[in-house]
């Protein structure tokens, strides 16, 4: 293959015109969207600009209806004295936390100054009444005299002036009117007045001049409030803007708010800032804001460059590089068409050798020593060599006749499918001859096939013969049988056995621990108690099979001493291919596989027969204390391990006695029913436990605890009998190694709860669950610190359940952790509502279970149900009880951490009722302390209660952490905790818990503040 220079020269030009034209349009598409996007980002800094104006103009709406609500001016008596100081007093405290607010001035109906707090040189200050001033002359009094009541009214944008004197240094203001009400007394109407710092009110305009994206702001009159530089003409020292802009982009279409105008490359984007407010509830036929100096026009410009310089860069760089690529390109024409000859020469070649090489192997092949058999996917026979034929005596034609591995090779194909591996075949010829056959399966081309390659061991003697022959007679065995030596290692397997248990070949010398058998006891235990040949044990165990186990029934005999050697001879059953019998499934139903204890079901049919011998009997239910523990730490093989041993030690303790196995960890013991013979018994098997059990290669002390119940006096029957027991046990839980008999009044406590289970569950399904809150004060500072969240929940008949009923049941069965969404949720927005209604802010404490804490993804669900509801970290509080920490201590301080880390508070709840460690507490990163309400109930009477508070609250000082007192009830209790510098309290002595509705009201925020007497206050104060 040529390429002609005419043809690479007018495939070059072709080239270098699409580029040109390609350049061309794409410089046209660009320019057009930079403009698009110039236009957009100008319009967009335009509404931004606007909308931030608009809202530092509502925050002083805000603090207009505020203050208008809040003082009640018109109905105030101001001529004594005594409500003018409290209104003073009150807007100097509100100068000093708006620093925006320069003045707020009350006018009577004429104009005349009543009250008047303004800022000079740095201070707050009150004007007396002599220095009060007419301001009926000045415009915006008279302006907004003509308003109706309710309505605001927004003077222009001037500098302040005092006394017909333009204040120096300049202070520009704006004035924001309130038009009052007439007073209940029917006087006339008068006027809130408050002048705003214009730097407050044009803070984001002049903060974007840093940015390089300054805003020209102009009056309805064209006057230039902000020019080019970003600044206002007061900080310039002008008493009056001295640049004009054009009136003409003003007045084109006025009933636009927001117009954008392009020439050329040039925008100009203007929004008119009309000021709107909604929130005064006024009549929609009356303007709730009137501004005759209003709207402003804010203005926007920007420019496109025509020819920006990295994309001018860019575009030199592509026409350079696709320059040299079109030079390229006829080169690589050319060389490829000489390599595609060259690789056609090749191919020939490679071809004619591989037939060759091919030639050479089917050669060698056929006189190899070994046999060689091929076969297809379907098993068919493609190819043999000479060996195969004389080892397997057939004829030459073995070829043409296309025989099946079925009839070639029956051994192989003992499921049906030629097996991979290797595998011994022995031919009934005379002498008897034995043949190694491995197996393997490859791909030749896309297809299947398998290969088999046969090697002779030779003639065998007749002795040899019957070894081989039994040594098939083991393969064929379902059953698992291993021959193992005196040390535990196995010396033969058979083929069950190493399919079982996955072993790759005769697994000679390797211990039987690694080969995932796992039985009841010790194997080399179980070697020692064969003292004799031809002793058996039998026993149960479980072998694993991939990600499951599966029992196992097992029998190990000792055999003879082979070689100076003992031998064991051990063989494993599948329970669960035996299942399938019905004597089996009998057997199954009666016995326990893990102990082979007499089960539920036979202990009854024993029990019917004791109680036709004796006069009276006890039946106890053990229960392994921390057995989920166990197979938690240790692994589950552990846990089997430790039900195993605790079975066999009762059964050894209580050798009169009826056993069976009821549960996982429960276990059923029968004996006579003296009181006196059933506690020794209890005794004599606590013993039997006070040997520490090996259990995954630790010694652990298993301990237990018993539930007792006694026939006829406690029950009638055995299935009743057995519940009295099991009723006993649950009710003696609190503390492990406990033994508790069974009372009457039990079983109703039991029934109660049940019906309370229930319940819970048909009212988490329906969503009756209500939160209330109850408040925190704080004695420093005479204050509403916080509020708790607290469940509630009512019965069907409307009365509400006590929570230290419901909770536990809650958190023991989890189902708490289906309401803490909910909770969360909720608490989050009341939280965001309250910290929005109380002055200075509050927070809302939240009760988290910890194993919510530790849930993957805690902290990312709270940030986002925190940002669905405005909520600020730190307006809420997490509790988690000193008792869950102590659970997964190192988990939940990194989750405190992360919250800490957000802003949230972290408290720790119940504190002294656990058993924390100071290594640990130390670690917290909490900011509160709760003291639990068990501590505080008896103070100031009881010494250990105040031992105990006042240790707490050194450690926390000394930790920063601040210390909560819960349930504080009397006012002794008050002033004692804080003589000894305790400032919190939660408790029935200030409030009880209440809706939110509740404490959305003033009243009922200032009734919980009263029992904080103003003595109380002062003394913490000196």
């Not at 030749?444 to 003639?459: A, C, F, I, Q, T």
């Not at 399904?765 to 708790?788: M, N, S």
Request: charged share 25%; aromatic share 6%; hydrophobic share 45%.
């Amino acid at each position: 293959m040529q390429l002609k220079p005419r043809t690479a020269g007018w495939a070059a030009l072709m080239v270098t015109g699409l580029f040109l034209a390609g350049a061309l349009g794409f410089w046209a598409f660009d320019f057009n969207q930079r403009r698009a996007l110039a236009s957009s980002q100008t319009s967009q800094r335009a509404i931004a600009a606007g909308y931030a104006l608009t809202r530092q103009i509502h925050s002083v709406f805000a603090d207009l209806a505020w203050l208008s609500q809040q003082q009640r001016l018109p109905d105030r008596q101001l001529a004594s004295g005594a409500d003018r100081a409290v209104i003073e007093s009150v807007w100097q405290l509100y100068l000093e936390q708006h620093p925006y607010l320069d003045q707020i001035r009350y006018l009577d109906s004429r104009g005349l100054e009543l009250i008047r707090v303004h800022r000079r040189d740095g201070e707050i200050v009150a004007v007396p009444p002599a220095q009060l001033q007419d301001k009926s002359g000045r415009y915006y009094v008279r302006d907004a005299a003509q308003l109706s009541p309710g309505q605001i009214y927004l003077s222009p944008l001037d500098l302040n002036v005092e006394n017909g004197v333009i204040e120096r240094p300049l202070k520009p203001v704006m004035r924001f009117i309130l038009r009052l009400a007439p007073s209940a007394a029917g006087e006339g109407a008068g006027m809130l007045v408050l002048n705003v710092d214009a730097d407050y009110l044009l803070h984001p305009l002049i903060e974007s001049a840093h940015s390089g994206q300054a805003l020209l702001l102009a009056d309805a009159g064209g006057r230039l409030l902000l020019d080019e530089s970003g600044l206002p003409y007061w900080r310039k020292g002008q008493d009056v803007p001295t640049a004009q802009l054009s009136a003409s982009l003003l007045e084109r279409l006025p009933q636009q708010d927001l117009y954008t105008q392009v020439q050329g490359n040039t925008f100009s984007t203007r929004l008119r800032v009309v000021p709107r407010n909604t929130a005064l509830n006024m009549p929609s036929a009356t303007a709730p804001v009137y501004a005759p100096y209003m709207p402003w026009f804010l203005i926007a410009r920007a420019d496109v460059p025509l020819l920006p310089k990295p994309q001018s860069l860019l575009q030199l760089l592509w026409s350079a590089l696709l320059m040299v690529a079109l030079l390229s390109l006829c080169v690589l024409l050319v060389r490829r068409s000489l390599q595609l000859e060259r690789s056609l020469r090749k191919t020939d070649e490679y071809r004619q050798e591989a037939q060759s090489r091919a030639d050479e192997n089917a050669a060698m092949v056929a006189q190899i020593g070994e046999g060689i058999l091929l076969f297809d996917e379907e098993q068919r026979l493609v190819r043999a060599n000479d060996s195969a034929r004389r080892m397997l005596k057939v004829r030459s034609s073995l070829d043409s006749d296309r025989s099946s591995v079925h009839l070639l090779l029956p051994e192989l194909c003992r499921f049906g499918h030629l097996q991979s591996g290797a595998s011994e075949l022995l031919l009934e010829t005379e002498p008897p001859r034995l043949l190694h056959a491995h197996a393997s399966h490859l791909m030749l081309g896309s297809r299947l096939h398998h290969l088999v390659v046969l090697s002779e061991y030779g003639p065998l003697s007749s002795r040899d013969g019957q070894l081989v022959q039994l040594a098939q007679v083991l393969d064929a065995s379902d059953e698992m049988i291993l021959l193992l030596k005196g040390d535990a290692r196995v010396a033969f397997i058979n083929r069950t056995a190493r399919s079982a248990l996955a072993c790759e070949g005769d697994e000679g010398g390797v211990l039987l621990s690694s080969l995932g058998l796992q039985l009841d006891e010790d194997i080399e235990e179980l070697m020692r108690r064969l003292g004799h040949d031809g002793a058996l044990i039998e026993g149960s165990g479980e072998r694993q099979a991939g990600a499951h186990s599966q029992v196992v029934r097992y029998q190990l005999s000792r055999i003879s001493h082979c070689g100076g050697q003992m031998h064991y001879l051990l063989q494993v059953r599948d329970v669960s291919r035996q299942a399938d019998s019905n004597g089996e499934l009998q057997r199954l139903g009666e016995r326990d596989l893990l102990r082979v204890l007499s089960s539920r079901v036979q202990l009854a049919r024993d029990f019917e027969d004791w109680m036709r011998r004796h006069s009276s009997l006890a039946l106890l239910v053990l229960d392994i204390d921390r057995l989920r523990m166990i197979n938690n730490s240790l692994g589950y093989r552990a846990g089997d391990s430790a039900i195993r041993q605790f079975s066999r030690r009762l059964a050894d303790a209580a050798p009169g006695a009826l056993v069976a196995r009821l549960s996982a960890d429960s276990f059923v013991l029968v004996c006579e029913g003296d009181e006196t013979r059933v506690f020794d018994l209890i005794e004599n098997v606590r013993q039997a436990m006070s040997v520490p059990m090996v259990l995954g290669g630790k010694q652990i002390k298993v301990s237990f605890s018993v539930g007792v119940a006694y026939w006829p006096e406690h029950a009638p029957q055995f299935e009743a009998l057995l519940q009295a027991a099991q009723v006993a046990l649950n009710t003696g839980r609190g503390m492990r190694g406990q033994v508790a008999v069974f009372e009457p009044g039990l079983a109703q406590d039991s029934r109660e709860l049940l019906a309370l289970e229930e319940y819970l569950k048909q009212a988490i399904e329906e969503e009756r669950f209500e939160l209330y809150f109850q408040p925190l004060v704080d004695a420093e500072r005479g204050r509403i610190e916080q509020f708790e969240a607290l469940m509630r929940l009512r019965d069907e008949d409307g009365q509400p359940i006590p929570p230290d009923r419901f909770i536990p049941v809650l958190e023991e069965s989890g189902w708490i952790l289906m309401l803490e969404p909910w909770l969360l949720r909720t608490a989050i927005a009341a939280a965001s509502t309250l910290a929005r209604r109380m002055d200075g802010g509050t927070c809302v404490a939240i009760n988290v279970c910890g194993r919510e804490l530790i849930e993957p993804g805690f902290v990312e669900r709270l940030v986002s149900m925190l940002a669905e509801y405005r909520c600020e970290p730190g307006w809420i509080s997490l509790e988690v009880t000193e008792r869950q920490f102590l659970e997964h201590p190192d988990a939940i301080i990194e989750v405190l951490n992360a919250l800490r880390e957000l802003g949230v508070r972290v408290a720790v709840d119940d504190f002294g009722t656990g058993y924390s460690s100071l290594a640990y507490i130390k670690r917290l990163p909490v900011e509160y302390l709760k003291i639990d309400r068990e501590f505080i109930r008896e103070l100031p009477a009881s010494e250990s209660d105040q031992a105990i508070v006042r240790s707490v609250g050194r450690m926390a000082e000394g930790l920063g952490m601040r210390v909560i007192a819960e349930g504080v009830e009397t006012v002794e209790q008050m002033d004692w905790l804080l003589e000894h510098r305790i400032t919190l309290y939660q408790g029935y002595l200030f409030a009880r818990p209440a809706p939110l509705e509740t404490w959305l009201s003033d009243d009922a925020l200032a009734q919980v503040l009263k029992p904080m007497r103003a003595e109380v206050v002062q003394q913490w104060g000196s």
